[in-house]
């Protein structure tokens, strides 16, 4: 299985429109961050974990040209208002598969109505094939996904398991009985916003607790503000088998 960042950044991304910040103004590839994503690929199979406003540049930057699904995280527009640019693909495959919970499928339809309609319908516009996420496993191809219910402040989020590979993003809290389906992980992915607390996301200390509590092979943060600091000062202070996550990365397992 090969898991691609997409991008690694916060909903602004980096840098930031305007930004003076020196994480900004940073000439290091590993500073310049697109809105969070990841592809995950195993066989023949491609799946993508949100599509956030730079899906685009993302799908040309690694020359995607099929995906067999997207599965959405919540709602937020960093993670769902690039759903417009899966036409390509629809054009090509024909209905793309989408999975999210309810309430996610219903802000989807609220923003992109015309991709929803059923009548007199243009033409132009993708069409989904809908499946629903609730707590309970689910299947992609020959791969069995764990939702891992996750909190955004008060927002209830799914974060997701493939076999040993997990990505959480946008957490801020993780009830026990969800720490423990991510024990025994090779690989978790998992936000660390800033150094300083935030209302909604861990901060990188509390990324680091966390770590530690679930013990994975490897751990790799994501979903990062210019207020971590510079990618590689911050990566030379992690202990040996937690890493700082940026766009382009690529881990096999």
């Known amino acids: 299985m090969k ?6 950044g916060t909903s602004q991304g980096i840098p930031i429109i305007g930004s003076k910040d020196p994480v900004c103004l940073s000439q290091n590839p590993k500073d310049k961050r697109l809105r969070v994503s990841v592809m ?12 956030g406003p730079d899906f685009r540049q993302q799908m040309l930057r690694h020359d995607v040209d099929r995906i ?3 599965l959405f995280t919540h709602e937020h527009n960093d993670h769902v208002i690039g759903l417009d640019d899966i036409r390509p693909f629809y054009f090509r495959q024909s209905d793309i598969s989408v999975y999210a919970e309810k309430r996610v499928v219903n802000e989807l339809k609220k923003r992109f109505e015309y991709i929803f309609q059923t009548e007199d319908k243009y033409p132009g516009a ?3 094939d809908v499946n629903f996420v609730d707590t309970a496993d689910f299947k992609l191809k020959n791969m069995t996904v764990q939702p891992i219910r996750v909190y955004h402040n008060r927002l209830p989020v799914f974060g997701y398991r493939l076999n040993d590979i997990a990505y959480i993003t946008d957490a801020k809290r993780i009830p026990d009985t ?5 024990k025994g992980l090779k690989v978790l992915v998992l936000n660390a916003l800033r150094l300083k607390p935030h209302h909604s996301h861990l901060n990188l200390e509390e990324a680091l607790e966390l770590i530690s509590i679930l013990k994975p092979e490897k751990a790799y943060l994501t979903h990062i503000s210019h207020l971590l600091g510079f990618h590689d000062d911050v990566e030379a202070e992690l ?11 690529q881990i096999q397992i």
Do not use: Q, S
């Open 3 to 8: 898991l691609t960042f997409l991008g690694t």
């Open 40 to 51: 995950i690929e195993w066989d023949e199979h491609r799946y993508i974990i949100d599509c």
């Open 68 to 70: 067999d699904g997207i």
């Open 126 to 128: 993708p069409t989904l």
């Open 178 to 182: 969800e720490l423990e389906k991510l």
């Open 239 to 249: 202990p040996d088998h937690v890493h700082l996550a940026y766009d382009n990365l």
